[in-house]
């Protein structure tokens, strides 16, 4: 009897404890459900524009502020940057694809005819999503369309849509690109009829925002995402060369006053424990104002600090790009993130948050837009330095006094001006003008000191600066190559941490020149082997330098230095056992980056959605570097550098070619360096997306150092 109560009693506690858990359980479902994300695009604001917004300042000041990256597939305007937002991978799109509708009658038929029936309710659809799909269709990212809204719809959450950007003459509603799912559609929203006459606005009518206050109210409990497009910034945009200097300013002001307003109303209605506010420009800022590529990104909300953003795509405080987007607001929703290929955006504490931003966004600007300008200086410099000393090699004039001081000056800056390139960073500039200046007078100050060595000397100090201030970087968190021309620059956004291909070409030319002097001069052979494996693991290391194209060549070029200093003859056999090595090696580099980063790199990822996907995706790598290659070789003023190198080798050797053998017979490891930086190259040039750069970038220092040699042999002959 006892027994049979107990027994009763454990029942009817088990049943009260799985009742109680049931009701958390449902509680925890509740509140997760109740979660809503905000987005508010306010496309083309830019960092200027937040002293005009009191609201939006506070808003900072309560949450995190960054740059975001704002490339679509091509560029860096119109509709792309917004379906790249919603897909997570580069994609693109022309105005033809942000026309969306409300999903009456009539457009229920058009959508109908074109797409598919509808199944369910929705107010808002795509009715030209089918030209989004075929512009995709030669994509080499293979974006999935509708991404975001479909992770979404697949946890049974609703989106929103609330405004437009219409002008006069054109239907133009970008940012309904964002929430929609691969069948254009969205559950809520309003995106017909938003405007209200205003005949002192551009086209005389503006956003209605009361309206959007009022309807975004009606839906919020629903809905889980909302996008919010304010749209009078577009329209200004596109008004704008119909106004004054001062007309346009004075309406910008005006809207950003009204913006401000908007974000204050849609705030006091924001549960901030339950929500997150994204505040963004898909596009980059009014050109008028400010022509950066990259735009500011800022998150308020639940557990977000006042701080800056940053996310493991781009492995740099302050920086994030828009295929982050999507990938934090599914985290934030608890929906997967499968068919996305960004990372969440992360957190970092800053009390000076809008400072950081605006000084590192100075700085940005200042290197890109100096970028293509000083490499082709440095370019140009390079090939008529070496084109003018290969004159005067070839034709045998004899070099002293003045021809032999300019010769060397000249040889002397195309090697320092890659270590100026990366100093610079150490200066405290934030100017175009502070920044021009700090790179002179450390050029200037570098060469006085190589000038004053003898000998090869200049050129182990040249190689030998390159060589560790490049590995000391990489081991302190790139924080030379983050602000210099040389290093990735974060508005092109094809790399943001690491070694991109001109550092890389930098650091080959420089490695094999480096070493292969220190053994010239009686280093030990073996420390030299450690600092070329060093090397290797450097550049193709996830956490340092994670660039699989460039640890190809490097290590090819490793292979072949040792090959060749112990003596082995060359044969395909060996060719190919270098290759498999080779792979091996780059193996290994993807295996540590799986299994030991949280967030693997470009390399782990690749591999990863090879053995989900397929080979595709492995051959739409391939096309894209070809493609890139086929480009600059087109169109590049490396190209030029290049063949310049090639051309003096050739020209330099079939004249000289007898005093060459008598140089590298007495110095048998300048020949070995020299030529294993040359197999490098090549291997550099056939296996990255911008081999050329790689290429001609460590053809230059080895040919200028290779020309250095020579002229001091026959100097001293």
Not at 160 to 174: E, L, M, S, W
Request: hydrophobic share 45%; glycine share 8%.
């Amino acid at each position: 009897m006892h027994k049979s109560k107990y027994i009763i009693w454990f029942f009817i506690l088990m049943i009260v404890f799985s009742i109680f858990t049931n009701e958390y359980s449902f509680a925890e479902e509740n509140k997760d459900s109740k979660k809503t994300v905000y987005i508010v695009v306010m496309n083309k604001y830019t960092l200027e524009d937040i002293d005009n917004m009191p609201k939006l300042k506070k808003i900072i000041d309560e949450g995190s502020i960054g740059l975001m990256n704002t490339k679509g597939l091509y560029g860096y305007k119109g509709p792309e940057s917004f379906l790249t937002i919603n897909s997570s991978k580069k994609a693109y799109t022309t105005d033809e694809g942000a026309k969306v509708y409300n999903l009456n009658e009539n457009n229920v038929e058009v959508y109908e005819r074109r797409i598919a029936p509808i199944e369910g309710s929705y107010e808002v659809g795509n009715t030209n999503l089918n030209k989004i799909i075929e512009s995709n269709k030669e994509n080499t990212y293979v974006p999935y369309i509708g991404a975001l809204g479909d992770s979404l719809h697949e946890d049974k959450l609703k989106t929103a849509i609330f405004g437009n950007a219409d002008t006069i003459d054109k239907v133009y509603r970008p940012s309904s690109l964002i929430p929609m799912d691969s069948r254009g559609l969205i559950d809520f929203g309003n995106v017909d009829s938003v405007l209200i006459a205003d005949s002192e606005a551009p086209y005389g009518f503006r956003t209605d925002y009361d309206k959007l206050i009022e309807e975004i109210g009606k839906v919020k409990d629903e809905s889980s995402l909302i996008v919010i497009e304010t749209g009078d910034l577009d329209r200004l945009s596109f008004y704008s060369s119909e106004l004054t200097d001062e007309m346009f300013e004075k309406h910008r002001t005006e809207i950003l006053y009204r913006i401000d307003v908007f974000l204050e109303n849609l705030i006091e209605g924001i549960d901030k424990d339950n929500s997150l506010l994204i505040i963004l420009s898909p596009n980059s800022g009014e050109e008028r104002i400010q022509n950066s590529k990259i735009s500011p990104a800022i998150i308020w909300g639940n557990n977000i600090p006042k701080g800056i953003l940053t996310s493991s795509t781009t492995k740099r405080d302050g920086v994030i790009t828009n295929i982050d987007i999507a990938p934090t607001i599914a985290n934030f929703l608890n929906a997967s993130r499968e068919k996305m290929s960004g990372n969440t955006v992360d957190y970092k504490q800053n009390t000076k948050n809008l400072e950081f931003i605006l000084n590192s966004s100075k700085r940005i600007d200042i290197v890109s837009r100096s970028r293509f300008y000083l490499l082709s200086i440095y370019s140009t410099i390079s090939i008529i330095g070496i084109l003018f000393a290969t004159i005067v090699l070839a034709l045998k004039i004899k070099i002293k006094n003045n021809l032999y001081k300019t010769l060397k000056l000249f040889l002397i800056t195309i090697g320092i001006m890659p270590v100026g390139f990366l100093l610079v960073s150490f200066g405290k500039w934030d100017t175009y003008i502070q920044f021009i200046l700090t790179l002179l007078l450390m050029m200037v100050s570098l060469i006085f000191i190589a000038c004053k060595l003898k000998g090869n000397n200049k050129a182990i100090l040249i190689s030998g600066l390159i060589y560790v201030i490049i590995i000391v970087d990489m081991f302190s968190g790139s924080n030379l190559a983050r602000y210099s021309v040389l290093g990735h620059d974060p508005t092109i956004g094809a790399r943001y941490f690491g070694l991109g291909n001109e550092l890389v070409g930098v650091f080959l030319g420089a490695t094999t020149v480096f070493l292969s002097m220190i053994l010239n001069k009686g280093g030990n052979k073996f420390i030299s082997y450690i600092l070329l494996l060093l090397s290797a693991i450097i550049v193709g290391h996830p956490k340092l330098g994670a660039n699989v194209g460039g640890t190809i060549s490097i290590v090819f070029a490793l292979l072949y230095f040792i090959m060749e200093s112990l003596d082995r003859e060359m044969s395909l056999k060996k060719i190919l056992s270098m290759g498999i090595l080779t792979i091996l090696f780059v193996m290994a580099m993807a295996f540590i980056d799986i299994k030991f980063n949280p967030n693997p790199t470009h390399l782990g990822k690749t591999i990863m959605m090879m053995n989900s996907d397929g080979n595709s995706i492995a051959n739409n790598i391939a096309l894209r570097k070809i493609i890139m290659n086929i480009k600059l070789v087109g169109s590049s003023i490396w190209t030029k550098s290049l063949y310049v190198n090639i051309f003096c080798q050739v020209l330099i050797t079939t004249v000289l070619g007898d005093k060459i053998r008598d140089i590298f017979n007495k110095n048998k490891y300048l020949f070995i360096g020299f030529t294993s930086g040359i197999v490098g190259s090549i291997v550099g040039f056939l296996v990255n997306d911008s081999g050329i750069i790689l290429a001609a970038l460590a053809m230059n220092l080895i040919m200028i150092f290779f020309i250095y040699t020579m002229m001091e042999y026959l100097v001293n002959e």
